[in-house]
């Protein structure tokens, strides 16, 4: 199975972006998808996390601003990140929750300017 994930970019304070991960095999209608984080000098995080019933939970940072969703028919998760912040800046990785190692792909860049 690979993860794709996409979406990232530079944008402002208080912009949104949507990011997507598209996997190969339709692994997130059966196991729990997530979104990681990896800030800058950071450990990589889970910041949002949905089960295979639908429901969703997020870290305590970023509760309120994000939403993680999912289509099985296109095999993917979303992260819709809203009201963004410098400190939301790093690399966002999709996996399972919990993580699997060789699903971890390249992940996808997110810089927050002020």
């Known amino acids: 199975v690979q993860l794709q994930a996409s979406g990232g970019g530079l944008v402002q304070a208080g912009g949104s972006l949507r990011l997507s991960c598209a996997a190969t095999?339709?692994?997130?209608?059966?196991?729990?998808g997530g979104w990681y984080r990896q800030a800058p000098g950071k450990e990589r995080e889970l910041v949002a996390r949905?089960?295979?019933?639908?429901?969703?939970d997020y870290g305590d940072s970023v509760k309120g601003r994000f939403t993680i969703s999912r289509d099985n028919a296109k095999n993917t998760i979303y992260l819709q990140m809203n009201s963004l912040r410098i400190e939301d800046t790093g690399v966002y990785f999709c996996?399972?929750?919990?993580?699997?190692?060789?699903?971890w792909g390249q992940g996808t860049l997110v810089t927050v300017s002020s």
């Open positions: 996996n399972l929750a919990p993580s699997r190692y060789a699903y």
């Open positions: 095999r339709n692994i997130f209608r059966v196991n729990a």
């Open positions: 949905i089960q295979v019933g639908g429901a969703t």
